[in-house]
């Protein structure tokens, strides 16, 4: 658990959770458009971005538009991008053949392909359960406006806040020499690599991915 000394925000995208879900834009500019519009909503005008799997090609793409907004990037478990990604084009035709209502076992396959390793049972009912909160034309729209859109490797050097980037080295998702290309490419990037642990470090190793998180943002100049 973060120390109470940081406020965290923790907002359903737009399509997601208890969050409205419109009929359109669910691309990665509309996802950092809601952050933008969140924060002035708040009444934050910058703040630490915590981005994790699909979510941090999101807050990379608001560290991009929205400089000003983002004091420091954390990345866990997140994609440099998917864009031809073989473990994720496998999902493409089941994702574009979805319907409502979205079958429990698609979303466990799903969950359990990507995660690689044991996670309490609860824990992934929870997420079960939030994930069946999306009907399925929202996963379409995303998976075709962020999962199978989103490449910024070529703008990384313009990503200006410290980044910290935390990835596990059993993750057969994301390959290590992406990330270590992209740790080189930002400016101000460090990337910890976690020993046994697979994809979503922070749903396996909470404290560990608390305890680096503290020591990056107190090591970081405010």
Request: aromatic share 8%; with cysteine.
């Amino acid at each position: 658990m973060l120390s109470p000394t940081y406020h965290a925000f923790v907002p359903d995208q737009r399509g997601h959770g208890d969050s409205d879900k419109p009929e359109c834009c669910y691309a990665a500019d509309d996802y950092a458009a809601d952050v933008d519009a969140f924060m002035e909503a708040v009444g934050i005008e910058e703040a630490i971005l915590v981005g994790d799997s699909s979510g941090g090609l999101i807050a990379q793409r608001v560290a991009l538009d929205y400089p000003h907004r983002v004091s420091c990037l954390v990345l866990i478990g997140s994609p440099t991008t998917l864009v031809n990604n073989e473990a994720v084009m496998g999902w493409s035709e089941s994702l574009r053949t979805l319907e409502d209502p979205v079958p429990p076992e698609f979303v466990r396959a799903l969950l359990e392909s990507i995660i690689h390793y044991q996670i309490p049972e609860g824990f992934l009912e929870r997420a079960l359960s939030e994930s069946l909160k999306v009907p399925a034309r929202v996963w379409r729209d995303y998976w075709e406006g962020v999962v199978l859109a989103v490449d910024d490797t070529a703008r990384y050097g313009e990503i200006s806040a410290p980044t910290l980037i935390l990835w596990g080295e059993q993750d057969a998702l994301l390959p290590r020499e992406e990330q270590e290309r992209r740790a080189a490419a930002i400016p101000k990037a460090t990337l910890k690599v976690y020993p046994e642990t697979g994809h979503l470090a922070h749903w396996v190793r909470p404290e560990w991915v608390v305890r680096d998180v503290e020591a990056f943002l107190k090591a970081t100049p405010a």
